[in-house]
Nanobody
Framework: QVQLVESGGGWAQPGGSLRLSCAAS????????MGWFRQAPGKERELVAG????????FYSDSVKGRFTISRDNAKNTLYLQMNSLKPEDTALYHC??????????????????WGQGTQVTVSS
């Protein structure tokens, strides 16, 4: 059974940092594009970062570019999102996701077919 379990969310002050992790089970991470989505109350789910199956040249949305870094450890079957210089508008439920097909870039939201339950990130002073 394919499962994605996020952790590492919580509260941070503006300008602070958090590191999210996503533990995958039921499949091997290598070969799939992986990404992080977020959804704030009243807003649509947004793909904020994606990483190719090979780990090169990640995609970032304009809203997080230069502040967030996505990475993967295929040996540990784990995906990460390092979030720096956090802003109140980063407050959302963050979901880890995998692409449907092998060798996907992970740069487009329509490539994804499985999401975890999410971890809440709250940024406030």
């Amino acid at each position: 059974q394919v499962q994605l379990v996020e952790s590492g969310g919580g509260w941070a002050q503006p300008g602070g940092s958090l590191r999210l992790s996503c533990a995958a089970s039921g499949f091997g991470l290598s070969g799939y594009g992986m990404g992080w989505f977020r959804q704030a109350p009243g807003k649509e789910r947004e793909l904020v970062a994606g990483i190719t199956w090979s780990g090169g040249n990640p995609f970032y949305s304009d809203s997080v570019k230069g502040r967030f870094t996505i990475s993967r450890d295929n040996a540990k079957n784990t995906l990460y999102l390092q979030m720096n210089s956090l802003k109140p508008e980063d407050t959302a439920l963050y979901h880890c996701s995998k692409t449907a097909a092998f060798f996907s870039s992970g740069f487009k939201a329509y490539e994804y077919d499985t999401w975890g339950q999410g971890t809440q990130v709250t940024v406030s002073s």
